[in-house]
Each structure stands twice: as structure tokens, then as C-alpha cells.
């Protein structure tokens, strides 16, 4: 017969979302979540649309008109929206190292936001790191949020930053120094996935690989398929080279979020989306790098908060990608495999 210990210990070897025996309560709140979640994707499949999840957009929380996002979502049919706060330096000063955001997300609009925790960014993270990391691992423990992210380990501006003038957000820190090992190991132990904004570049990819070694249970999402800001750095990324990846790391995922094929990083002048041809088709070698892994992409519109009011453009955009791929791994790229990522079972 098992002995209660035996039985804890075997329970807590699973991931966070399928254990914690005290948190019933919590799981309870889980399922009612997932049922809302259902019903909204499902309204949608049956109207003849195509919903997706997305699952990587950000904000600033106290700027965030929640209604106006909310009914973009019903307009364009998009089913979940995973929208990380970033924690600003206003909000930092004033001592935040945790913003609720989801809490109030939910609180209105509980069929349509995933709890996400905060943007893993300057000065929370940098600044503060033991706290801001010690908030986002307690939200998961009290099951608050389901993900984590987006953290910045290698980030170079970003095109409206350089357009403002802001080139300060040019962010390196190593994978595999004692942040990237944190977020890892607490992945693992939890089964709790993360997303990583991480610059391709030829010598980041060998520190990645060896943390995806050590930490082969990490549910890692990689944001930013193929978005290269300086094609000369990055030799070795190529379809072959991720397909190779997600061959050797069986909870590695990359999320969808890029820009058009006339999106064009300002600091390099190139076009960064290396998904596109120049005539605007998906190239053949990533197209069938997708439908060869369909279950490990993830479709995210990658909204922030100096861009949350272009979500028709960024929806548009986004639906243009989705639509070249085959019709089935549309629907595995849109939403389920969010789901299984999310849940640890098939959307049905
Ligand atoms: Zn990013």
C-alpha cells in the first residue's frame, strides 16, 4: 500500500499544473478557467473563424485600457491573449516588483486572458532580481499565473526604441549565468513554461544549447522565430538548424511573433522577419520546418505597451503568416498547441 509521503513524493514529481495536493482550491479556479477558455475558442471554430492564442504581448498596466483591448478581441476573433505587465520604472521606483495585472484581467474578462506573470526586464529584473524573481516563483506556487515571461536575456533595441531614441535598452545578459539557471531550474522543478526574448546571434546559440542540456524538462519558448536583426551574426540559424533543435530538446517551442516581410530593423536596415521572401510569401524552408514540427510554434502577436493600440495591424499581420500554412497546422500553431503547452492535454 502507498504510504501518504510515498504519495506526496510521487505527486510533486509532476508538473506544477497536474499536483500541489494543498492547492485544490486554486486547481479549482484552473478548471473553471479552462472551461471559459473552451467555450470562447469553440464559439469561435463554430461561427467558421479561426481563433488563436496569444501568447506573448505586454503592457504597461497603468496606461492599459483593458475594454479596449477586450473588444478588439471579440472583433478579430481572437480567442486568449497571454498580457504580461511590464513593470516600468515609475512602478519600480514606487517599490513594485509584482504587478497583478492578471488579477484584474481576469477579474473582468475571465474567457479570454491567460494569468502571465511579469516582463522579465530592466530595472525589475536587473535591479532587484531576487525579489522580482522570489514574486513571479510565489504567483506560480499560488497558482495566480501559468506562465512566465517574457524575460530578456540577450535584447537590442527595439524599432520604436531606436525611432525615440532610446538605445539604452540594449540588454545582455548571459543564458547560463545565475538568472538564466533560476528561470530554468524553476521551470523544470514545475513544469511551468517561459518565454525568452533572445537575440540570434552565431556565439549565443552554444550557451543556449547547453542550458536546454542541463535542463531538458524546461518548457522553453523562444520568442521571434527567425527575427534577425543582423543577418552577418547569425551564419549558423537556419530551418535545419532549428528543426536539429527541436529534434534534441523536446520541450523547446518557438512563438510567431514577427514582423511582415517589410518590417525592417532600423539600426541594421535589414529585413529582420527572415521568414519572408521578398515578394511576401512564407519561404518554402520555414513553412516546411513548421509543418515538420507542428506541434512546437506558437502563434503571438508580441503587442506592448507603446503598440497596444496597432492590435487590427499586428492581428492582420499575424493572419497573413497563419494562413500560408497547411490548414491543419493552422489550427495547432493558432491555439493547441497553447493549449497542451498550458494544460499538459490536447484541446478537444
Ligand atoms: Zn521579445
Redesign the pocket.
Known amino acids: 500500500m502507498m504510504t501518504r509521503r510515498r504519495f506526496i513524493k510521487i505527486f510533486c514529481a509532476l508538473p506544477l499544473f497536474v499536483c500541489l495536493p494543498g492547492l485544490a482550491e486554486s486547481i479549482t479556479g484552473v478548471a473553471t478557467l479552462k472551461d471559459g477558455y473552451a467555450r470562447r475558442l469553440k464559439k469561435i471554430l463554430a461561427a467558421g473563424d479561426l481563433p488563436y492564442i496569444d501568447i ?1 504581448s505586454s503592457c504597461n498596466s497603468r496606461k492599459l485600457d483593458i475594454e479596449f483591448v477586450a473588444k478588439r478581441m471579440d472583433r478579430l476573433n481572437i480567442g486568449l491573449m497571454a498580457l504580461s505587465a511590464d513593470i516600468g520604472h515609475g512602478q519600480f521606483r514606487d517599490g513594485v516588483v509584482f504587478d497583478p495585472l492578471s488579477e484584474r484581467l481576469l477579474a473582468s474578462y475571465p474567457d479570454r486572458f491567460i494569468p502571465v506573470g511579469n516582463g522579465g526586464q530592466s530595472p525589475a529584473l536587473t535591479e532587484a532580481t531576487d525579489s522580482f524573481l522570489d514574486a513571479q516563483e510565489a504567483a506560480v506556487r499560488d497558482r495566480k499565473i501559468l506562465l512566465l515571461g ?1 524575460y ?1 536575456f540577450r ?1 537590442y533595441p527595439s524599432p520604436r526604441q531606436v525611432k525615440r531614441g532610446e538605445l539604452d535598452r540594449d540588454v545582455q545578459l548571459p543564458i547560463d549565468g545565475p538568472i538564466g539557471h533560476r528561470v530554468f531550474s524553476f521551470s523544470e522543478k514545475t513544469g511551468v513554461p517561459f ?1 525568452i ?1 533572445y537575440e540570434i546571434e552565431d556565439e549565443l546559440l552554444a550557451p543556449l544549447e547547453q542550458m536546454l542540456a542541463q535542463y531538458p524538462k524546461a518548457r522553453v519558448i523562444w ?2 522565430l527567425a527575427q534577425i536583426r543582423y543577418i552577418e551574426r547569425a551564419s549558423r540559424y537556419t530551418p535545419t538548424y532549428v528543426e536539429a533543435l527541436l529534434n534534441r530538446f523536446p520541450n523547446l517551442y518557438f512563438d510567431t ?1 514577427f514582423g511582415d516581410a517589410n518590417s525592417i530593423y532600423p539600426l541594421s536596415n535589414q529585413r529582420h522577419a527572415r521568414v519572408w521572401a521578398n515578394d511576401g510569401a512564407l519561404l518554402p524552408a520555414w513553412r516546411d520546418l513548421i509543418a515538420a514540427c507542428p506541434s512546437r510554434f506558437l502563434s503571438a502577436l ?1 503587442l506592448g505597451g507603446d503598440r497596444i493600440e496597432r492590435i487590427v495591424e499586428y492581428d492582420q499581420n499575424h493572419r497573413n503568416f497563419l494562413k500560408r500554412l497547411p490548414a491543419q497546422v493552422q489550427h495547432q500553431v493558432a491555439y493547441r498547441n497553447a493549449w497542451s503547452l498550458l494544460f499538459g492535454e490536447e484541446f478537444a
Open positions: 506573448e517574457e530578456e535584447h518565454q526574448h520568442c521571434h511573433a508580441d
